[in-house]
């Protein structure tokens, strides 16, 4: 066989085989098109149009946008969603963290004994979590002012989901509380990957836990404290589902973030344009906050 | 050339998608639900068939297949529900495979037009027959009324005089109503015997009510009135329709012609929220407390009064286990109306099988399965049933006093926020609560959204 004939055969295989990628690929694309892509770009195309959902579209344009600055209901949504994002994500990984740390010096028994304990809100469904603190914050019967009472605390008991200065708050410490267990575990998973040689090292050198930690611990699985704050804020600023089973967004419009007011332009007010706009602004702030929080926790990775 | 082949597979991705999202497309619902093509069955009544209106969508089945139904008619707060669920599937076991979903007030308009707009409606549901206008102005609602002309109007003339014309709307009727619902009172007349006060047998007005709640207060140290926060909305709307002069205000403000800065407009959200700040159970929590906390509060003699529906009353009273009861009409602020309907059904307009739709209707609304609402304490709204609790009078006497125009029925957006948000908003955020809706209704006059 010629060099010319060689070449010729190694290209014919080498497309043949690109070509069979392309069919292996080809059925994942079209699912990820069309559960994906089409979605997000149907949105945003109906976020310029308006739509009942029944009779034809109408081109509008950026109006939608504007309206969205000028309803004062939907501004705060953003400020709600913000703020349980935030809070709930802060607190989930502080507590998750915090809880790893507590874990990792446990025994192997004990140890997974906690980590059962401590995960299993994050098996729980959000409708069961919703219900139970539906009922543990019960301004008259509930746990929580029950307590508050029997300590004396009377002064701290609070109506947590029907005063407005408090049900923000107490949505975000409970969707806070609520993966602080996936966090421990994604932490803890990541410390049992640093060798046991560094921490011998340490010892030999005289470091506390404390200086352990801060020397060795938390510089390498800083990656992995960077991935779960990313995944944090995503899952919190969707949060609909704890919002909705706890206040339906009230009271009032006192809890009213973003995804139930997106829901309710949508399928009350059957403004569909309208709620696309709020779809694809809420992307926007999601990824800006991405954006901010990989910046501000951007640092180096260690090799081990 | 590595960018070049970039630009090609990325408009390739793009065409991907467009062809895709052609093809996932069906449109809107009415015509995806046309193209499945097919005519409707034959009218179980033997009449014309009417289905073929513009909205209808019949969709065909084999030969010996059982038509597949979803419908939403079983409320949970209400008692007779899951034994007529049971009563309509062994009925129609043999024509149609029926699915039931729980019917949620709240949510109820929510669900009903995503599953329009996804083309897969319910084939029949419960909703209020007064506050179809969200469905009706969309095209969403089957237009009933060939059906019920059919035969000389047989299936018209079996409901009470007048009752119709809650779903009616602009000659075209769209929802029946099966029974009138109102608000009522229903009071622990041991705690009242204690304060030396009484529910009259007629409408009180509002300050003498709230003058025998602040007594209640006073002498007994209960909690004067538990209202479920899903009834919240009752005080403003009762008060909202009362508390006009006469009937041309009242009906001004009900159209949308009087602004939400009126004096009256309100002096009805400051009455609503006195009455929460002073006498709703548990005080702080009022707005948040749930229909069992309140039916436990009651029963445990830690409430006065609770507000309740006048169907629910029958079954209400009997679960409270107090047997020392009177039943109260809700307090008017002038006018002598009180906020109410129907609990009724409507058919979606893209409902794949109209004919089978109309056909588990006419079940719902007749004497057989209305009759099982009747031995549950509930007044119903046809002929032919008869009833020996002998308070059941008491639970229908208000029904002559419902009016059905309201506000809320104007425009979705008064629907959610007064029906939704509203005393809340209006407790925490004072008289700016009402700019909201002042700007909708400028909106809807000026003919937008």
Known sequence: MSRMEQRKSLKSSASSLRILGILFVLPSMLFIAFSMLVPIVWNAAMSLTTWNGMTAVKWTGFANYAKVFEDAVTVRGFIYSLQIAVVSSALAIAAGLLLALAIYKTGPKEGAFYRFVFFSPAMMPFVIIGFLFVFILSPDVGLLNSVLGALGLQNLQHAWLSEPGTVVWTIAVIGGWRFSG????????????????????ARLEGMGYARQVRMIILPLIMPTVRLVTLLMLILAFKTYDIVFIMTKGGPGDSSRTVPVRMLDV???????????????LLTILVSLVIVIVQRLARGESYEY | MAGTKKVVYAAMLVMLC????????????????????GSASPSASGSTSPSQTKEAAPEQTKPGEKIKMTLMITSADNPASKEIEGVVAEHFKDKYDITFKPWDGNNAEKTIKTTIAANNPIDLTQYWPTQMETFVNADMALDLTPYLDANGGEWRNSFLDRVIESGTYNGKVYALPFSAVYPMLIANQDILDKAGVKLPDGPQSWDDFMAMLGRIQEKTGVWPIGINKDWAAWVPRNNLITIWPDDARMTAFATGKTPFTDPLVVEAFEASKELYD????????????????????????????????????????????????????????????????????????????????????KYLTSPEILQMRVDKGSPVTIKDVKSDDPNLALYSKDAGRIEPKEIINVAPQFMDIVNGKMPANYIFNGKSSLDELEKVRRQVAAGGQ
Request: neutral net charge; charged residues 10%; contains cysteine.
């Open chain 1, 266 to 280: 949508a399928f009350q007010y059957n403004e569909f344009g309208y709620a696309s706009a709020i779809g694809v």
């Open chain 1, 182 to 201: 996936l966090v421990m575990i994604l932490c803890y998973t990541a410390m049992t990957t640093i060798p046991s040689s560094m921490f011998e090292a």
């Open chain 2, 278 to 361: 002073k006498y709703v159970y548990p005080g702080k929590g009022a707005l948040t407390t749930t229909l069992d906390q309140v039916n436990i509060a009651f029963k445990q003699g830690k409430i006065a009064i609770k507000a309740d529906v006048n169907t629910n009353a029958a079954q209400s009273i009997k679960d409270s286990g107090l047997t020392n009861i009177s039943i109260g009409s809700w307090p008017t602020k002038g006018l002598n109306y009180v906020l109410g309907g129907s609990d009724g059904y409507f058919i979606p307009a893209n409902a794949k099988h109209p004919e089978a739709s109309i056909e588990i209707m």
């Open chain 2, 18 to 37: 467009l062809v895709v999202s052609a093809c996932g497309s069906g449109g809107n619902g009415k015509n995806a639900g046309a193209s499945s093509g």
